[in-house]
């Protein structure tokens, strides 16, 4: 790749701090599936001390140095600089104590919540909430330098992306989400499924589903989870599941979900294994591969005739009489509590909402004493019902405990990407749907392979995508695809 | 513990290279359990980075000065300093290129073995062998200083241990193994289990068999693994075991000897935890408590009569008659190339071998080109077959090939330790035949969790057997002990 010294040294350094890393996300996957709970503890100090070691290799002045000298020769070297300068930079702008205090921090804040979420006491969280705020508050103001804070901490997740850009885009996909949402809901609801579906039958017939999405069992595994997550990368790349026996489909869309992400992961070139370009470039772009493996892909009329057969063999009559009927009711649209459960049209709006209050709360517009009320009002405003109880709303999410404030806005930017990539692959493939009803993704996502997935970090996200489109990013073809997909469904 | 700084330092320091060390030691289990084959590659690379690691951090010049500065005042503390030092002093003294070469070729070398072994094909060996052996001189001439170079490897794995001391004990334990054997061997075999036993029922018996000698569950696993171990320590030890459909003994010796190992470690003071001295002391200790629980207890007439009466309900009739049928068809004495499988008669006997095979690699008296004829010449001498095949003869064992010099004769120590202690454990649980009769581990596994597990690396490794049995360990109790066993076993 180049003689330069420099780069050479920055990269073979990088690579034992990307083992490291990958290393450090293991302990994550075992103590979500398999590590016994009388571990907890232990657990939370080896995965400090593996921080401990990334933080220190990520900060090392050499690291600088190196950054300082190189002379970069070509893209996959200027990409191998950017990467490694933008984490260089990020880390060096917060000082170590602050970086430990948050990891501390947002550590206790995840336990505080879930037992907050468990007895459904909001006021047990608030102070915790307050002080990871606080936090996360000092982190974006030694990063943005003067700058916006939320982007700052957006910056993190979705490199480029800006809360002005956000909420702009916000404003022109909402009126067109609502509007298409009323014109459905004045309908009447296709039938539900329903009946009794076996662990032992949904995870085979998940594992059948995985394969005909191309997952590959020799570099990657399944498991269960209670959420279900997808880790590691490389060449070891790993699902979860979950198994809900009246609920056949959360099993088999977590499972493919998983597998977008996973197979992201591992369809990156095997040369950028172990360098800065070897993972997802995004958070957004990384959503887009689960979402349209998922959505796109597994909820259209295609994939769902096959899957109304494979599962008419596996589970026999469950009260759905046609393909049709299956992929209705596949297709439902309703109102729920629950971001995670929501449909593709609604999903949206509920991350619009998080959005807007996340920015708030960075701004310092919004106390903590009153954020409960503020999810409420809001929610009745956006959905038209009224939350009945903390768990099914401001206490439903993770992310606010652990810390990931601008992390939201990347999963329907991760939508919208995904509308955009659907567009291209139609047009590239237009057999598609006729390949899908027979169960095969081949086509499918051997071009989101080549188009997109090989290219791990080599460009940036919006870059990735307008690559692999040929044309830039933009809302429209999401609303476009949904329009045309919902008023088929509902005869609008 | 103290106000010491120095020793507050060193133990602070400490505790995030043991959670490192904990988190490579899982690696290890994630690899031979639930990694995906295509990962392998990946990982080694990920093992170097944690060695890398470690290495920097037990090399580390502070870690030198806070031993220097250092006054213990406690046995804790005293115990601390002893052991870091050991740790330090061995790591500083082998220059880390040569450390680095024995990490790759072993690595490389456990490979070829692995292949060579498949084959059948010794010369293929034979060159990787040499290799090894050459680097482990070195190794071991830098450990010396001047001194015995076998020693300084045994050191490792065994420290106190000699040469001279344990080529002494073998040469009073040969005599009386050979008689017993001889003596054994003229009477008729008993009747061997036959049948074939259901994979499933063999894994749900070995984990009722698991919760009989009390492994906490809460703590600990159980996976398949093709050679079985156990992997960790602290809060987190896991065993593994295999299945092999026509010998249920297998599968259920693998998991009580595991469970032995296992519960050494989770069995240690939780005050050590994360120190110095929270892992079992050596590996003759390890092994005499793997032992213990599976000969002396698990082989035992009590015992053995209560998983008769398991394994009728579980698997029905199986052709033996009677529990006293069972506990000899269990016990038979049977002449066999592999060490693995060799009862307690014959065991130590192909420890000597070894010990005296490995003797000559390390002093420079044999030459890898004349091993497969010394070990063939050998075998026959001790064991009056001819080996019929390379991997019934010396491809049969990893630990040559990995750099596991000075390590074989550790388990005939723990046989040996295992022997005092069982005399030490009769003595202060009179009744225990008739608990174990009844499946109750209780008072055993409690014994030896008060009298020597809980204490981890307090003491040296004999000075802990001392401890628990109230006298010097020899060689004495295990003989008696099998010539009780084996004369009343056969009507000698």
Same mark, same amino acid.
């Given at each position: 790749?180049?003689?330069?010294?420099?780069?050479?040294?920055?990269?073979?350094?990088?690579?034992?701090?990307?083992?490291?890393?990958?290393?450090?996300?293991?302990?994550?996957?075992?103590?979500?599936?398999?590590? %016994?709970?009388?571990?907890?503890?232990?657990?939370?100090?080896?995965?400090?001390?593996?921080?401990?070691?990334?933080?220190?290799?990520?900060? $090392? %002045?050499?690291?600088?140095?190196?950054?300082?000298?190189?002379? %970069?020769?070509?893209?996959?070297?200027?990409?191998?600089?950017?990467?490694?300068?933008?984490?260089? $930079?990020?880390?060096?702008?917060?000082?170590?104590?602050?970086?430990?205090?948050?990891?501390?921090?947002?550590?206790?804040?995840? #336990?505080?919540?879930?037992?907050?979420?468990?007895?459904?006491?909001?006021?047990?969280?608030?102070?915790?909430?307050?002080?990871?705020?606080?936090?996360?508050?000092?982190?974006?103001?030694?990063?943005?330098?003067?700058?916006?804070?939320?982007?700052?901490?957006?910056?993190?997740?979705?490199?480029?992306?800006?809360?002005?850009?956000?909420?702009?885009?916000?404003?022109?996909?909402?009126?067109?989400?609502?509007?298409?949402?009323?014109?459905?809901?004045?309908?009447?609801? %296709?039938?539900?499924?329903?009946?009794?579906?076996?662990?032992?039958?949904?995870?085979?017939?998940?594992?059948?589903?995985?394969?005909?999405?191309?997952?590959?069992?020799?570099?990657?595994?399944?498991?269960?989870?209670? *959420?279900?997550?997808?880790?590691?990368?490389?060449?070891?790349?790993?699902?979860?599941?979950?198994?809900?026996?009246? $609920?056949?489909?959360?099993?088999?869309?977590?499972?493919?979900?998983?597998?977008?992400?996973?197979?992201?992961?591992?369809?990156?070139?095997? $040369?950028?294994?172990?360098?800065?370009?070897?993972?997802?470039?995004?958070?957004?772009?990384?959503?887009?591969?689960?979402?349209?493996?998922?959505?796109?892909? /597994?909820?259209?009329?295609?994939?769902?005739?096959?899957?109304?057969?494979?599962?008419?063999?596996?589970?026999?009559?469950?009260?759905?009489?046609?393909?049709?009927?299956?992929?209705?009711?596949?297709?439902?649209?309703?109102?729920?509590?629950?971001?995670?459960?929501?449909?593709?049209?609604?999903?949206?709006?509920?991350?619009?909402?998080?959005?807007?209050?996340?920015?708030?709360?960075?701004?310092?517009?919004?106390?903590?004493?009153?954020?409960?009320?503020?999810?409420?009002?809001?929610?009745?405003?956006?959905?038209?019902?009224?939350?009945?109880?903390?768990?099914?709303?401001?206490?439903?999410?993770?992310?606010?405990?652990? #810390?990931?404030?601008?992390?939201?806005?990347?999963?329907?930017?991760?939508?919208?990407?995904? /509308?955009?990539?659907?567009?291209?692959?139609?047009?590239?493939?237009?057999?598609?749907?006729?390949?899908?009803?027979?169960?095969?993704?081949?086509?499918?996502?051997?071009?989101?392979?080549?188009?997109?997935?090989? *290219?791990?970090?080599?460009? #940036?996200?919006?870059?990735?995508?307008?690559?692999?489109?040929?044309?830039?990013?933009?809302?429209?073809?999401?609303?476009?695809?949904?329009?045309?997909?919902?008023?088929?469904?509902?005869?609008?």
């Amino acid at each position: 790749m180049s003689n330069n010294t420099a780069i050479r040294d920055l990269l073979a350094f990088q690579r034992q701090t990307e083992a490291l890393a990958g290393v450090a996300g293991r302990l994550g996957w075992d103590q979500e599936t398999v590590m %016994p709970h009388g571990a907890a503890e232990q657990r939370s100090e080896e995965m400090a001390a593996m921080e401990g070691v990334l933080h220190a290799r990520r900060t $090392d %002045p050499r690291v600088g140095e190196w950054l300082e000298a190189a002379d %970069p020769k070509d893209d996959f070297e200027r990409a191998t600089v950017r990467l490694v300068r933008r984490s260089y $930079d990020r880390m060096t702008k917060v000082p170590s104590d602050l970086a430990q205090e948050i990891a501390r921090a947002t550590s206790v804040a995840q #336990g505080v919540w879930a037992a907050a979420r468990a007895s459904e006491k909001v006021a047990d969280f608030l102070p915790t909430l307050g002080q990871v705020i606080a936090l996360k508050r000092q982190e974006a103001a030694c990063l943005a330098q003067g700058g916006d804070l939320y982007d700052a901490l957006i910056d993190d997740y979705e490199p480029g992306a800006s809360a002005a850009s956000l909420a702009a885009m916000f404003g022109r996909m909402r009126p067109r989400l609502v509007a298409l949402r009323a014109a459905v809901v004045a309908k009447a609801p %296709p039938a539900a499924v329903v009946g009794v579906f076996p662990e032992a039958q949904q995870l085979a017939l998940s594992r059948e589903v995985a394969t005909a999405y191309g997952y590959d069992w020799s570099r990657g595994r399944i498991d269960l989870a209670v *959420h279900p997550f997808s880790s590691g990368g490389g060449n070891d790349s790993r699902i979860t599941t979950r198994v809900v026996e009246s $609920d056949p489909f959360n099993c088999i869309y977590s499972t493919i979900h998983e597998v977008g992400h996973s197979s992201y992961e591992l369809n990156i070139a095997q $040369d950028y294994l172990l360098t800065p370009l070897g993972s997802g470039v995004s958070m957004g772009v990384h959503e887009s591969q689960s979402r349209i493996y998922e959505n796109q892909i /597994g909820r259209g009329r295609g994939l769902t005739s096959w899957l109304y057969g494979r599962m008419r063999e596996v589970f026999g009559d469950f009260g759905i009489g046609s393909a049709e009927a299956f992929y209705k009711a596949i297709n439902r649209v309703q109102p729920g509590f629950i971001r995670t459960e929501a449909d593709e049209v609604n999903y949206n709006l509920h991350i619009m909402m998080r959005f807007d209050l996340e920015r708030a709360f960075v701004r310092g517009d919004l106390a903590v004493k009153d954020v409960e009320a503020a999810w409420n009002d809001r929610f009745r405003a956006d959905f038209g019902v009224a939350v009945d109880r903390p768990r099914n709303g401001m206490l439903q999410d993770v992310h606010w405990s652990v #810390g990931l404030y601008g992390y939201f806005p990347t999963y329907a930017l991760g939508n919208v990407y995904a /509308g955009c990539l659907y567009t291209a692959l139609t047009a590239a493939v237009p057999e598609l749907e006729a390949q899908l009803a027979r169960g095969e993704t081949g086509a499918a996502v051997g071009w989101l392979r080549e188009n997109l997935q090989r *290219h791990g970090g080599l460009r #940036g996200p919006r870059e990735t995508i307008a690559a692999a489109c040929g044309f830039e990013p933009s809302e429209g073809p999401l609303l476009d695809y949904l329009e045309a997909k919902f008023r088929a469904l509902y005869s609008l």
